[in-house]
T-cell receptor, first 116, second 112 residues
Framework: EAGVAQSPRYKIIEKRQSVAFWCNPI?????LYWYQQILGQGPKLLIQ????????DSQLPKDRFSAERLKGVDSTLKIQPAKLEDSAVYLC??????????????FGPGTRLTVL | GEDVEQSLFLSVREGDSSVINCTYT??????LYWYKQEPGAGLQLLTY?????DMKQDQRLTVLLNKKDKHLSLRIADTQTGDSAIYFC????????????FGKGTKLSVKP
């Protein structure tokens, strides 16, 4: 079974530039998550999708971050414009919608963003 | 509010047992998890425990939960150099759609 795929793996941009990350979840997983992991911290949820609908985006800085999952499969996360404090690893995860309260999340390798 | 605390570093010798501790604040946690993160990789679920359990054993891993003190621990028996990684404690809150609250992670270093 293929895992969660993310690209690019690394990205370096200057502040005020735009950047986009892509995620392809595990086939059949209806729920998709984007996390931000700042160096030395645990992952923090940015947004959760169920199919192509947003379940929780309460911690997404909506003035500069946006995310979409148009066909309920792949997702993109965009930052426009980027700030220095956006330097982090952006992790994508997916889980099955069914399966009871334990919704094991499977994580991709992440995209490491450096904002100069 | 929700908060998960962990000590940042742990160093052990190969063959010893490692114990990684975690405290959490939300009493409505449903599941508590331990994730492992190796350099340059995503997080991998190691084990989990439902909040109405006290202990769970899975091969070299033992999870202990003290719900009264909101304390979770992960014991790794016969620690190997391949166990060197960052270990994250996480909780999911009842009614939160499965969202996870992570601690900052404990970096485990295993010396040969």
């Amino acid at each position: 079974e293929a895992g969660v795929a993310q690209s690019p793996r690394y990205k370096i941009i200057e502040k005020r530039q735009s950047v986009a990350f892509w995620c392809n979840p595990i086939s059949g997983h209806a729920t998709l998550y984007w996390y931000q992991q700042i160096l030395g911290q645990g992952p923090k949820l940015l947004i959760q999708f169920q199919n192509n609908g947003v379940v929780d985006d309460s911690q997404l800085p909506k003035d500069r971050f946006s995310a979409e999952r148009l066909k309920g499969v792949d997702s993109t996360l965009k930052i426009q414009p980027a700030k220095l404090e956006d330097s982090a690893v952006y992790l994508c995860a997916s889980s099955l919608i069914a399966g009871g309260p334990l919704r094991e999340q499977f994580f991709g390798p992440g995209t490491r963003l450096t904002v100069l | 509010g929700e908060d998960v605390e962990q000590s940042l570093f742990l160093s052990v010798r190969e063959g010893d047992s490692s114990v990684i501790n975690c405290t959490y604040t939300d009493s409505s946690s449903t599941y508590l998890y331990w994730y492992k993160q190796e350099p340059g990789a995503g997080l991998q679920l190691l084990t989990y425990i439902f909040s109405n359990m006290d202990m769970k054993q899975d091969q070299r891993l033992t999870v202990l939960l003290n719900k009264k003190d909101k304390h979770l621990s992960l014991r790794i028996a016969d620690t190997q150099t391949g166990d060197s990684a960052i270990y994250f404690c996480a909780e999911s809150i009842e009614g939160s759609q499965g969202n996870l609250i992570f601690g900052k992670g404990t970096k485990l270093s295993v010396k040969p």
